[in-house]
């Protein structure tokens, strides 16, 4: 074992599979080797040889893998697991478990989390009522976390409490369990998860309006709990908002003055439900943005909501935005100020729902169709780039068309059809006079399709994959993005049967203001979908402009909008849109699996 140990310590990265350009991440797994070691190989050596039994020496380095491992010597403790793994035959079970943990812990150094979390799952009963059990929690509790399973850590660490696992800072409890979306499918045992359990439901009432004083009650019951000030703050934050003054910036002239009167007709709508909200209008069109911050001022403005067109915003100047908050409608890579930037008609949206969305359902190997344009392409890049990141042994294929008379062609060529016609015709002629009776058979190693494109596209696509599937074969689902789904009830839909699609829930039939969407439509005779989203856009502005402190505050309240469930996140706002299927010239509303970042 010394020899091999030797050997192992002098070339570590030999031992085991390593990931490069991983960043370092928080919550215990800092990925930087340190360079000077706490103990030398020297003195390992010799107190490993002063051991008699292999059994004693094994005990010996799984001690100090753990030591290496909590001073951030991952590279080192690969070398020494590297060598206990040669001799796991001669490991007790209790020693077996605590090989196993380090193996994990190894692999979210990595930034591996994913395997980790598998491989820590089933390990977990098995290290209840040892000393490792809590060491366990928290590592599950740090892996959601990092996985964006906020459910889930917080399932953990109240576990984690159960267990007596202390935590440092005091608030690292209200960490975890603030971002948990939903809090009364959470459980707790002991006194001090109950407690935390408590404020987090709480804060959940009284953020949702159910009880404005649930905070109070909560401090008064638990007068010496570490999460006093936390309360308090929260609280603070949760209190009746005062009045609030708001200058929006839209085009109300111009070139773009239908889009910007449909967000306007939006937050007038949202208006009527909140009082506490004021706005003044100005025409960005005509504006003149170096009096930008004279006009905040002489208006009373707190807030700023706009603008919504890109060269606009970046207009705007650092100083004229220095005392007020400012919620821009759009996104824009070089800005000179620090909004906050939420543009929910995005259609980058659209395509990683619609990449997590296959993830969750286990598809492994979809195929993209879109145009040969600049946009097609954007569509497949930000696809593939969503669905590797939560699938990385996955495959995603694409193909491009031009013109309406490619799709057929790229359609067979992608699902094997052309090759196998022209397999056919080998035998045929091959086989001379004799008769072949054989059909085409498409690929079947694709288990989904995506179609980023128009109704227009999809609608001339959808026959071309039907009539290419071999009858034999299941039927592939197909996907596609709001762009499906327009206003045209004089429009056939038969060619979009099955077809399945992401939509802001005010434009599906079962959502409780679809009534308000019919009224509007009327009133706007000359409306598309396209204008009725920016509407919602609109009113879901004015709900985060007054909520955006309180979904800050609680990570894990959801706010229902018009344009899908929305969640604060520090470096933007996440949504998540609602699921469709045609069924013959209905549109039917669906579920799928929960895609929320």
Known sequence: MLVCLLSACASPGKQREQVSDTP???NGFEQTEVVSSARTLNTLLEELSALPTVGQQLSFLLHEVEQLQQA????????????IERHEQQLTASQR?????????WLASQGRYEVAQQQLQPLLPQLSGSTYHTAGLRLARDLAWQLQQPQQAAHMQLALL??????????DPWRFLREAPKPDELQARSNAAQSWLALLKAAHQQAQGLDSSALQGWQLRHADHPGQAIAARVAAVLRSPKQQQALVLLPLSGPYAEQGQAVLDGMVMALEDQPNLQITVRDSFSFDFAQLAEELQRTGADTLIGPLLKDNIGQVSDDAVANVRWVALNSLQQLNATPTLWYALAPETEYEQVARTFAAKGYRQPLVLAADSARGREAIAVFS??????????TVESGLYRT???????????????????????????????????????????????????????RLLKPFIDVNISPFMQPIPVYATSA???????????DLDNVRFTELPWLLPDHPQYGRLQ??????SHWGYNLARLAAFGHDAVLLTLRQQQMAAIPGIYLEGLTGTLKWQPDALQRQLDWARYDGHEVVPTSEPLTMP
């Open 519 to 524: 009224q509007l439509l009327q009133q706007r």
């Open 404 to 458: 309406p008379d490619d799709m057929k062609a790229i359609v067979q060529e992608k699902l094997g059809v052309a090759a196998s016609e022209a397999r056919i015709w080998q035998v045929k002629i091959t086989a001379g006079k004799i008769l072949v009776d054989a059909e085409a058979r498409s690929r079947a190693d694709f288990d989904v399709i995506f179609l980023p494109g128009s109704i227009e596209q999809t």
């Open 97 to 105: 478990r605590q090989l196993q943990l380090a193996e994990v812990r």
């Open 72 to 83: 951030n010597e991952w590279q080192t403790s690969a070398a020494l697991l590297s060598e």
């Open 385 to 394: 780039d969503a669905f590797q990141q939560q699938q990385p042994q996955s």
């Open 162 to 171: 159960d267990a007596g696992g202390q935590a440092e800072p005091t608030d």
């Open 484 to 494: 499906s789904h327009i206003k045209g009830d004089a429009l056939s839909e038969n």
């Open 24 to 26: 370092t991440q928080s």
